[in-house]
Structure formats: structure tokens, C-alpha cells
């Protein structure tokens, strides 16, 4: 068996072999030089980060692990838990490798990768192939596949099926889902294949993990599923969920002091969900409930936008601090997050309305009489929650000017709605900011801000930065330093690839709301 060379980084010591076949672990780019002092310390940073496996028991590990260290020579380190699982490594029982965060869609040193991972994340995978991905980031299908080996230690098809795996056996210790609508709302195509995927990964078939697992709780249909999510700390709830009490959608949404709750409709099914902070767990707990579960891998995945779960604080943090004048903001608010969005066309209309990154009491008015007016009333388990949001079938050709919204966002709106249902305009996933930017002013009346905006909710795209220049020379003269005269437009550039946190943090430093 092979182990990594702990003087190489990222490369393979094939001195020895307990098969007399060396086997190739090291595709990834990891240095061990890093991995060791994280997995004798246990540090929590680098959980889902890398992993240990080890060749003796063909287990492996997340960085947190109780269990004692098994010999330097029989461990050998990989980026991801799908680079593990394609070498025959099954998951520890301890520490769970499935439950830790998600693997950040910027890991590696691959822009196309990055975006790639990405998509993979948010399901691209489950209905389409790898040529249709590949397509979606601009490259060819073998090429892809090469860049993954390099930079993810696995394919794109391996860590798909990873992802669904290991949120198959999230349902199956956590609900009381029957084991065929758990094949089902993980995305396996048949309970034949859902058997076979689970017996490989884990060596046990679903109904025995089940055993394994003890009492299951009290989710169930009638009182919701309850999941927990985890994410890298630090982690600024309180912020996040500010920003989304500010632009929270009334009738739609509902945030307190402790909980975001919201109405959801997904593939013909509506319901509701709410979603709780466990900080001594380092995660969100979130309740579901919806008459049937086929989609629930895609809910999860869209509550993982919303409260931007992949994102690796650090790393952001580390390359906004180059600059001096966002420090003290880093300091006063570590782990500020970028607050995604639920529904991609329900976010373009709320930002055609007004909505922005600090959107004002007339802006929530007007969208709180257009929800009342064209949205699907219905009952739901949330005390505050009455409507769904409009469709676009259900007002392309409303005469929007009698709720008070004339002139162009009126047009803007009429446009959008009759585009989006005639399939002239999608949301698939764009290749790069520009082209979402591009996309969004191909609808008369949306502006250069209001697409960039709807290109950090909608797209999750970390650069972009609706901000105007105005606004980032009144933040300077709030005691952040001079504002650069000579670079003006250009002053945002020093924070790329990551100008949508910074925008975050400058917009929570302001005293006045309408001061971004």
C-alpha cells in the first residue's frame, strides 16, 4: 500500500506496496506538511478539508476524530471524501466523514473546477451528464474529468454520487423516511442501484445502517423531517439573519430573533420550512415539511445557498485583511456570510422592485402588496406565513400599475415573467460573472447594480459587487481612510475574487442604511 510522501507534497512514495502493486492516492493536490499538525491538534478548520485514510482498516477520517492515530506509514491523505471513497475507503462510524461541511466550491487551484464543483453541489449532476457540465463551464468533457482527478482526487460522476450517498445516510440515521422514498429524495434512480451505492460506500446495506443508528427521533411526515446542516466556523448568524429580516418577503417569509422561516414550492409540492442555529454543534438545524420528499436533496441544497454553508470563512478572510481598511470590519464580524436566495426568478423580481443589498421600507412595501395580490394562498404550519410567491404565468399579463408599479419596472417585470415562461430566458448556471451580468441586462430595466446584485444572491457568484461609487467613497469618508481618487471605479479590484463578502462587510459597517 502507498502512503504520501510527507517531504513531496501532493506527490506518491511508491517504496512500498503490502499487494506488490503501488497504487496512485496522490491526484489531489495535498501537502501532508499541513495535513499532520491538523489531525494532531483535531483542528475544526480543516474538517471536510482533508481526509485520513488508513490502508491497515480501509478506513478514513475527518480532521476532528477521537479515534487514536493509526502509524505514519499507513496513512495517506486526500482533498476530498469522494477522492477516499474511489480508492475503496469506507467512512469511520466516530467521526462521520458524510456529515462534515461541504468540500468549498473554490477548492483547488482550477477556476473551471471551482465552478464546476460548484454546479455538482447544486444538483447539476443529478439530472443531466458530464458532457452537459462540461458544456456549462465552457470546456470538453475529457478535459474536465482530468482537471478533477488533478485537483479533486476523484471524478465528477464519483463525487456526485459521493454527495447523494452521504446525504442517503443522513436521511436514513436522522429521519424516519422509508428506505424507497429515501432512494428517491437522494436521487438514485432505482432502490437496486440506491442498495448497491450504500452496500459499496459502507459496507452495510441501508436497513442494517438504520439499526446501527438506534432511535431515530420524532421526524416524521405529520411533524416535518429535521436535518442538520454543518458549515465552517466562524460563523455570523446574527448578521445573516438581519439581512434577511430586512429583505424578508411578507406573507413569504418570516425571520425573529432566532429562526428563518419561509413558504416553499418545489416540482408541483408546496410547504414550508424553518431554520434554527446550533452553535455548540457548529450547525443549522433545519425542519422541512412538504406532503412528499422526491425533492428534498434540492431543498437542502437551496438552504445551503441561502445561508451560504460552503463558503470557507478563512480563506475569505485571509485575503480581505490584505487590505487595511476592511480589518477592523473582519474583526467586528468574523464569518460574515453572503446570504443566497431560494428561488432564482422570485429574487430577479423582488431586485426589479427595488430590492437591493439594503433595500428600503417602500421597496418591502410594494413587494408585500404585489405578493398579496398575485401570490397562492395557502396553509401552512408557520404562524405569519399565508402566500407562495407568484409564478409568471400568474401575472405576465397583469396590469401591474393598479398595486402601484408603473414605467420601466413595470416593463421589466412583464418582460422577465413572459421570458422565463416561454423559455427565452433559463437560470442555468452562467460560466462566469460577466456572462450572469450579461444575461440579467438582456431584460430592459435592470441596470448594471441591480444585475450584480442578482448575480450575489441568484448565482452565488462570490465577485460580484453591487456597490455603487458613491457608496464606497461615503464608506471611506465614515473613517475607513481616503477614498482613492485615482482609482475610483477600480478601488473594489484589490478584494477579487471575493468583492461580494466585501460588499457584505462594508454595507454591515454603515450606520445608515441607505448609505449602500
Known sequence: MTAINATMPGKIDHRFASDG??????????????????????????????????????????SICPVPFAKPNNIVWFATAAAAEAEGFQPCRRCRPQAAPGTPAWQGSSAVVSRALKLIMEGDLDSGDVDQLAEHVG??????????????GASPIKIAITRRVHFARTLIEETALPITEIAMSAGFQSVRQFNHAIHTSYGQPPRRLRELAGEIGTSSKASGLSLRLSYRP??????????????????????????????????????????????????????????????????VDRVRRIFDLRADPLQISNHLRRDPHLQPLLDARPGLRVP????????????????SIEPSRSTRRLIGRFVETFGKPGTFAVHGLTRLFPRP??????????????????????ALSKAVGREKLTFDAPRSLEESVARLLAIPGVNRTTAEYVALRVFGEPDAFPVKPSALKRFFSMGAGKFPEEDGPQTSDRWRPWRAYAAMYLTSSCDHPQSI
Open 21 to 62: 502493486e503501488a497504487k496512485d492516492y496522490g491526484a489531489a493536490e495535498v501537502d501532508p506538511a499541513v495535513c499532520w499538525p491538523a489531525f494532531y491538534s483535531r483542528d475544526a478548520r480543516f474538517d471536510g478539508r482533508i481526509f485520513a485514510g488508513v490502508v491497515t482498516t480501509n478506513i478514513y477520517c475527518r
Open 139 to 152: 470546456i470538453g468533457s475529457r478535459q474536465l474529468r482530468r482537471l478533477f482527478v488533478q485537483h479533486m
Open 234 to 299: 466562524p460563523f455570523d448568524w446574527a448578521s445573516i439573519l438581519n439581512f434577511l429580516h430586512s429583505h424578508a418577503i411578507p406573507g413569504v417569509e418570516s425571520v425573529d430573533e432566532d429562526s428563518y422561516r419561509r413558504t416553499i414550492e418545489i416540482d408541483g409540492v408546496y410547504g414550508d420550512l424553518d431554520v434554527r442555529h446550533d452553535p455548540a454543534q457548529t450547525q443549522l438545524i433545519v425542519r422541512i415539511r412538504l406532503p412528499r420528499y422526491e425533492s428534498l436533496m434540492s431543498v
Open 340 to 355: 443566497g436566495a431560494w428561488d432564482r426568478f422570485e429574487s430577479c423580481v423582488c431586485a426589479i422592485l427595488g430590492d
Open 393 to 414: 404565468h400568474e401575472f405576465s399579463v397583469a396590469d401591474l400599475s393598479m398595486i402601484g408599479i408603473r414605467g420601466d419596472r413595470a416593463d421589466a417585470i412583464c
